[in-house]
Structures are given as structure tokens and as C-alpha cells.
């Protein structure tokens, strides 16, 4: 009876963790269209981002997930936005009122600079073509410098210099934390139901060893919960 | 029972009408890689050729669904290769014998004429970037214009004048048939599940009203078995 009682504080104290903090998580990918039918797009599948809205709602958090096209269910309890460009997961981003913004989407870098109305014909064109980019919003820097801004967190999917890369990150955008991973691996990373991830703050850093994104989902959400609150003013 | 009778002998007949014919059918969209995590794509849901594959598979013929990546279940009783890129379905296609071919896929015209062994950094790049695209081997005229080809079916899926741009490419591909769809109409056509088409062959064409995508790819393979017995030598 002591144990059972040990284990439901225990639990009850996990439960609430983030108890009336409210969190917004971008995850997938986004769609750039090139015209009605043709898009640039990445590998993401939303899983992380996913899984860590599922943990934060679970731990009490009040959660808004914008999500870009996956084919995941929505996780119980948690309040899902579906947009495709990252125009349109920036505006949705900006509507929100937010304690912490986690930024978990692969958001595309550039989109075309011109959306053709019609599919554009293959005779239209010669054996090359030229595809004008132009740089997409960065919404997590938007979000992490506006006036008063919330505990940003961001994600660094890298294929080289991992840990240099997400420091860069970190500081270029003005983040709390930024979580690393490494997906040149393919046990991890995009699509994969498992991720090894390190996180990286001003002064410190954790490794997360490889485990189902669920599990891990879990254990970034205690940690990030753990940093909002000892930041808090 | 004579109306069982009746019943059976007229579902043999149906069960039975491709009976002894090698179809390949081609999916869903195409990736064309940019670098490890970014890729040009299109808006196929994969349903079509789907349903046209496990339609030809339950009227007897012996079905190779060559498949882009969609998140559709794999057809009882149909041979299913996965593939990427237009160029894996190129070689996936031609490696096939086959009596009949229905390229319903969505195959990017276009794809990077570099691919990037990293994941390229934003920080590398302008506000501005340019995306050299070069064109794509033409799938279903590069099967349709061999030597031996076999009964040639393709797809036109437009956003206007889709009766021009269809006979036009019956006629530039050397096709037996052509179906077309608008592809502008949102109750129909890419991840829909209904569809409405126009058939399009030398002398004559014929409609089918919007309807599941199951029960046009019923029709459809009764119209092509129709066409491929009449045309054989």
C-alpha cells in the first residue's frame, strides 16, 4: 500500500508537469507549390512532433499542434491545425498565444518564387528549366525575437557537423533550447519510428540515447519542462 | 436458381475477362531528390492505379503495380515494386513482360540536375536561389515507342483543356488509349476518392460520370480488356 501510494505521487506529479502551460508544437513537413499539382516538399513524417504533442497534453500542458500535410491521427485532447506552406504555419503560429513554442516541422527553406495557375505543360519547356527560389519566412526566429516571446525550443536536422550546426542555431535564433539529430542516420530521423537526439542550451547539453519517439517524447518533454520553469521569471 | 445460374455464369464471365494477360501499371507520384531531405513531388494520392490494379487483378490478369511512394496498402494478389524517382520507375518498368500497360502514375516531368550529398544550408544560399531542373526520360513513350510495345494506356491528368492536351498526347506517345481528367476540379482526381474521365482512343472516346474510384476502375479495365482483344492480332 506504501509502494502503490509512493508510485501514484510519483505519477500524479508527472501528470502535471506542465500543468497550465500552453504549448505550441509545429511538426511535418511543409508543401511549396510550384503550380496546382507540383510541390517541393522533404522527408519529414511528423512523428516527433507528433509524439511530443501526445506527451505534453498527457503532462498537462494546454497543447496546439500546427501540422503540416502527414498522414498521422491527431492525438487525443491536443487542438490540430493542418496548413501546408510555411506561410501559412508562420500566420498560424503568430494567431497563437503561447508560454512555449516548440519548433519540430521541417520547414521548407525556399519556395518558388512564382505559383503557376495551370500545370505547367512539359512542351511549354526545354530539356532544362529553371526553378526561381525565394527564402521562406524563418518562423522560428520570427516567433523567438518578437517583443516578448515565449521559451523557444527548435529542432536541427543535420547530415554533418551536428553539434556545430544546432550551436549555430541556438544562438543565431535567440533559443532556449535546440534539440540535434542526425539524419544521415536511418535507424533515426525522418520516418523512423525511433530517434537519438542531443540537446543543446547556453550552457549545457544532454544526450538521448535511441528509443521509440514515444519514449523519447516523454523524457524531452520532462526536460524541456524543467528548463521553462527554472527560466521562468 | 435459374437467376443464380444467370448470376454466376455472367460473374465468371467478368471474373474472367483479362484472363491470361500480363498488365503493369504504374502509381501514385514520383520524388525526385534535391539533396538527402528535400525532393520535387506532386499531389498523386495513388488511389487511381491502385484501384485500377486490384480491379485488373480480380478480372484475371496478372498484375505488376509499380508504385511511388504513397501510403496506400499493397492490392491482394498484385506483384508490388516500390520505387522513388521517374528514373527507378524507368527501369523498374522496363525489366517487365508485359501485354499491356497502364501508366497511371504521376511522374515528374523534371528533376534537380544535381543532387547534393548534404543537406544544403540555408546559411550557404541568398535570399534568391536558382534549382537547375533537367527533363525526365518520358516513361510511357519510351515503353510505348519500343520495338514490340505492348497495348499502351495512358493518363492525362490536366487543368484545362484537357481534351486537346489528352488527344494530343494519344497521338504524340502512340497510345491505343488515353484517359483524361480535370485535375482543377476538387471533387475529383488527385486524393479523391471519386473520379470522373473521359476516354480518348483513335476513332472515338467515351465519358464516365464522377463515381468511386473502385467502381470507375471496374469500368475502365472492362473498357480497356474491350479495346486490348479487339486490337489484338
Redesign the interface.
Known amino acids: 500500500q506504501l509502494r502503490d501510494r509512493v508510485v501514484e505521487l510519483f505519477d500524479t506529479h508527472r501528470t502535471n508537469v506542465w500543468q497550465g502551460t500552453r504549448i505550441t508544437i509545429t511538426a511535418g513537413p511543409t508543401r511549396e507549390a510550384?503550380d496546382?499539382?507540383?510541390?517541393?516538399?522533404?522527408?519529414?513524417s511528423g512523428k516527433m512532433g507528433y509524439a511530443l504533442a501526445a506527451a505534453a497534453q498527457q503532462l498537462g500542458a494546454e497543447v496546439t499542434l500546427i501540422s503540416g500535410p502527414v498522414?498521422l491521427p491527431s492525438p487525443p485532447g491536443v487542438n490540430v491545425i493542418h496548413v501546408e506552406s510555411a506561410e501559412q504555419m508562420l500566420a498560424a503560429a503568430q494567431a497563437q498565444t503561447m508560454d512555449v513554442f516548440v519548433s519540430c516541422a521541417?520547414v521548407?527553406?525556399?519556395r518558388p518564387?512564382e505559383v503557376s495557375q495551370?500545370?505547367i505543360?512539359?512542351e511549354q519547356?526545354?530539356?532544362?528549366?529553371?526553378?526561381?527560389?525565394?527564402?521562406n519566412p524563418d518562423i522560428l526566429k520570427t516567433i523567438a525575437t518578437q517583443p516578448q516571446p515565449p521559451f523557444c525550443i527548435g529542432f536541427a536536422?543535420?547530415?554533418?557537423k551536428v553539434r556545430q550546426?544546432a550551436l549555430d542555431k541556438l544562438q543565431r535564433k535567440q533559443l532556449q533550447l535546440i534539440v540535434a539529430n542526425d539524419?544521415?542516420d536511418k535507424q533515426i530521423g525522418?520516418n523512423s519510428d525511433n530517434n537519438a537526439v542531443t540537446v543543446y542550451w547556453q550552457d549545457g547539453e544532454q544526450s538521448f540515447a535511441a528509443q521509440s519517439k514515444q519514449n523519447l517524447a516523454n523524457a524531452l518533454n520532462e526536460l524541456f519542462a524543467q528548463h521553462y520553469f527554472k527560466n521562468k521569471p
Not at 36 to 44: A, E, M, Q
Open positions: 510550384i496546382p499539382v507540383r510541390y517541393i516538399s522533404n522527408h519529414s498522414t521541417a521548407a527553406d525556399y518564387a495551370q500545370k505543360k512539359k519547356k526545354g530539356d532544362d528549366a529553371q526553378l526561381t527560389l525565394v527564402k536536422a543535420e547530415t554533418e550546426h539524419v544521415s525522418f
